[in-house]
């Protein structure tokens, strides 16, 4: 793969550094019940965006705890209320109100779905600025919520095969209503290969007793990359990728190692080695000109999405 003309972004964390924030961020965790977890969240976003660089230039998460907290109450009283009834009612001994509450829990959490991803785009991308310029998302919620259901309707019509499907049109959604700055993103992958790779992942993956499952990881998160242009002036640049499975399946060990023999206490250096392996291996034109952005998205500052992504455990980025 030529790269000749390419840059990538480098991540500059120091474990010392980032060790104590997470030190700091457990204790103040615990001995608040819970609720230092918005500022703990900002806190360490904050630094992993100030330590990761592009052209020279760091970029910025303007997000604080106070924002996160209001979101987080909201969510926390939610969620509280779901899993709640689910435990009233299995210390009542009702059976059949068990199953309705457990029916309604997973019914929330499906809906939800298209709103966190929403919400944390908007939230998230206007926090984030590189070199005075800001992020944004533009997407509709409403349009998101047609292409989810629509989407969920035929997987289950079909048990499962239009998945890929779904996953690919919703990215398609997504990705072209991000901007930054004057910079516009376009996602051009199709529902029947990434299909393939799943039918293929799978079965290699169990006919290798698990081996193989790094590189159907890999082959998932190259798919993604890969068919991600960045568009200026209506020129698209493509993204490249140069993760391969080899590579990945050695830091896992790596990764699995460092935790073991350290007791847990070397996640800082297992998130640096993770992030440092996902940006060294995404790489963008030299041809986009970066002096030639321009500021063009407001500011947003509910962070509800945010929360609730953390809720529903989605990896939006």
């Known amino acids: 793969m030529n790269l000749k003309n390419y ?21 103040f965790t615990i001995i608040t019940l819970g609720l230092y ?150 996602f051009s992958g199709r529902g029947l290969p990434l299909l393939g790779k799943y039918w293929l992942g799978m079965f290699l993956t169990i006919i290798t007793f698990y081996i193989y499952m790094p590189w159907f990881l890999i082959s998932l998160k190259n798919f993604k990359i890969r068919n991600t242009s960045v568009v200026q002036n209506g020129v698209e640049y493509p993204v490249k990728s140069t993760m391969d499975g080899g590579s990945y399946f050695a830091l896992i060990l790596g990764d699995f190692l460092i935790l073991i023999f350290t007791l847990g206490l070397g996640m800082v250096f297992v998130l640096i080695r993770d992030m440092t392996f996902e940006l060294s291996n995404m790489h963008f034109s030299n041809e986009i000109d970066m002096n030639a952005i321009t500021q063009t998205e407001a500011d947003y500052k509910d962070a509800t999405g945010e929360d609730l992504s953390d809720a529903l455990d989605l990896n939006i980025f």
């Open 7 to 27: 840059s990538n972004l480098t991540f500059t964390a120091q474990p010392s550094k980032l060790f104590v924030i997470m030190l700091v961020n457990f204790f």
């Open 37 to 186: 977890y918005p500022w703990a969240k900002a806190k360490m976003l904050q630094y992993m965006y100030s330590e990761t660089e592009f052209h020279g230039s760091r970029f910025i998460f303007h997000g604080t705890g106070k924002e996160m907290f209001r979101a987080y109450i909201k969510v926390f009283i939610l969620f509280l209320v779901l899993f709640g009834s689910v435990k009233v009612f299995t210390w009542m001994g009702e059976p059949k109100m068990v199953l309705i509450a457990t029916g309604v829990l997973y019914l929330v959490v499906l809906a939800l779905i298209p709103l966190a991803i929403h919400g944390v785009l908007r939230y998230r991308l206007s926090r984030t600025s590189w070199r005075g310029i800001h992020m944004g998302y533009r997407g509709s919620l409403s349009k998101l919520y047609k292409i989810y259901l629509l989407g969920i309707l035929f997987s289950i019509l079909t048990i499962g095969f239009y998945i890929p499907w779904l996953l690919v049109n919703m990215r398609k959604y997504v990705l072209s209503n991000i901007r930054f700055g004057t910079l516009e993103f376009k």
